[in-house]
């Protein structure tokens, strides 16, 4: 393992955090300013960079800006005073791996370090795993079914149709027959028949000659003419017009065609791919799709599982996407927490694979921290995942507990003390103190609840709800929502005495999220 980096100016930080890891038997080594550590960096570099954010010759956050230019998944932490930290945290949110508030609990900060060391394992695998990635991912059974298929297929020049549900990936399947077929160096041409309207769909497959219709002042060339020499990829074609049906099977019988308006038959040497989201064989007895044609196409069948049944694929390809989308955007991947990927194997995903591929795009986004934790995840995600529930978290002593003008940090840490205010929340008064007994799991009817202690919070709840309702005051529910986050936040700090990230985690939110509410709230005022 490649050694540990501190960066401080302070002697006596640099020898406790020496000896510290040194005891956990973990390599490290010091450095007293930023110079030097981008010096170093010539000839190595370190599994875990510590570095503090004020420092004669350059800060933490300029540091912490170079390094990740060489090194974009390197763990940082940041060493901070709670003065420095609103500007902290909105210069290092995209890159820091964590900060680490000045003073701090030594246990803490070793706690924090073997984090950040177990998560750059973690990438270094990753990224070993997905330098090549394949056009494909799956070690699902029915998925290395399917990669068996195309192995089979790759010589051959027959006609595939591909089943399955919105969003499995068919498209990428059809794309990966062509590439390991003998057509390869043709051209690849996909249209999806449901996406084009009728009246335009035939010019769209077959072409059209100059005049043939109302705006048609040139001849042009259809699908089948440009994918001569290729594959055809015909997407969606149980959606195809029963009319048009007639001219495709026409095409598949004898391989010619005409195009629209005109009058000289042509050939084009393709071959079709067809995939379809729906049952051909129930549309056939329906008289929406030609029984002849369906035989015709249904040579060799590939059926596409659906997400739900290859949920053991689902954390590789939620890191793929990750890194997907922080390349299509431009910054560093975030990483995911066992938590927050056990959700979501535990969902179903009625879009697929496509579904998870946004999910991991608007986590990208809108996560508020580097490590995605599962409260982190979508709405969506978090109702209806099929999961059991967390544990009811019991708050009585935080409700019955006033909010004190100051919270003062407990002796023996390491730094300079520091004292943080802690004033009620702004806007909310004794009203908070009788504030029904709160739980973790307020998405659930009281019903469903665990036991009947539980529930009686939602019930008192519910009364104080209607009583202001019935007094007609215009903003209950931002009022009761402020006396709920301000409870939850003040029991968390009273419990880990005003250590923020400490608390973030035991709420389970990100901790710019706790920090953001501290200040919404008001209470640091």
């Known amino acids: ?149 195309i192995g089979r297929l790759s010589q051959s020049n027959v006609t595939v149709l591909i089943t399955g549900e919105s969003g499995s990936g068919k498209e990428l399947v059809a794309r990966a027959l062509h590439k390991h077929s003998p057509r390869a160096s043709g051209p690849f041409v996909a249209i999806n028949t449901a996406a084009i309207p009728k009246d335009l769909l035939e010019s769209e497959l077959f072409g059209h000659e100059r005049g043939a219709f109302t705006g048609a002042q040139t001849m042009r060339r259809g699908r089948f003419e440009q994918a001569d020499g290729g594959t055809l990829f015909l997407d969606e074609i149980g959606d195809m017009p029963f009319d048009l049906q007639t001219r495709l099977l026409r095409v598949l019988s004898d391989g010619q065609f005409y195009r629209v308006g005109g009058h000289n038959p042509l050939r084009s040497n393709v071959r079709v791919i067809a995939a379809t989201h729906q049952n051909l064989e129930e549309r056939v007895k329906q008289g929406g799709f030609r029984e002849d044609l369906f035989h015709r196409l249904n040579v060799i069948r590939l059926r596409l599982p659906p997400l739900r049944e290859r949920r053991e694929d689902i954390p590789g390809l939620a890191r793929y996407f990750l890194q997907k989308s922080a390349r299509e955007l431009g910054v560093e991947a975030k990483r995911i927490s066992e938590a927050a990927l ?18 991991c795009h608007w986590l990208t986004v809108m996560a508020p921290a580097q490590v995605i934790e599962d409260k982190d995840l979508p709405p969506e995600l978090l109702g209806e995942a099929t999961m059991s529930p967390k544990p009811p978290l019991s708050l009585e002593s ?18 300079d003390e520091t004292v943080v205010p802690m004033l009620p929340v702004a806007g ?31 019930m008192g709840l519910e009364r104080e709800a209607r009583h202001l309702l019935e007094g007609g005051r215009p903003d209950v529910w931002d009022a009761l929502t402020r006396q709920f986050e301000a409870c939850l936040i003040h029991a968390a700090l009273e419990l880990t005495r005003g250590r923020r990230i400490e608390a973030a985690q035991k709420l389970g939110i990100g901790r710019n999220t706790i920090t953001r509410k501290i200040q919404e709230l008001g209470l640091d005022d």
Do not use: C
Request: no cysteine; hydrophobic share 45%.
């Open 1 to 149: 393992m490649k050694p540990i980096w501190i960066v401080d100016d302070d002697q006596s930080i640099r020898f406790v955090l020496e000896k510290a890891l040194a005891r956990e038997e973990l390599p490290v080594r010091s450095f007293t300013n930023p110079k030097d550590v981008l010096a170093a960096l010539e000839q190595d570099e370190p599994q875990v960079l510590v570095s503090d954010i004020r420092m004669p010759g350059g800060s933490g956050i300029d540091l912490l800006a170079r390094v990740k230019e060489r090194l974009p998944g390197l763990p940082v932490i940041i060493m901070t005073a709670y003065s420095d930290l609103d500007s902290a945290v909105s210069a290092f949110q995209g890159g820091a791996f964590e900060y680490l508030p000045k003073p701090f609990d030594l246990p803490k900060a070793i706690e924090l370090i073997r984090r950040a060391l177990d998560e750059s394992v973690r990438e270094q695998v990753r990224d070993e795993r997905y330098a090549e990635v394949p056009e494909m991912l799956g070690q699902a059974p029915a998925m290395q079914d399917v990669f068996r298929a």
């Open 342 to 359: 056990a959700r979501l194997t535990g969902f179903d995903y009625p879009g697929n694979v496509r579904q998870l591929e946004n999910v």
């Open 398 to 415: 935080a409700a019955a507990v006033p909010l004190p003008a100051s919270l003062s940090w407990p002796g023996g840490l390491v730094g």
């Open 428 to 458: 909310v008064g004794a009203a908070s103190a009788t504030l029904p007994h709160l739980t973790a799991a307020p998405q659930l009817p009281a019903a469903t609840l665990p036991d009947a202690s539980a529930s009686a919070w939602l």
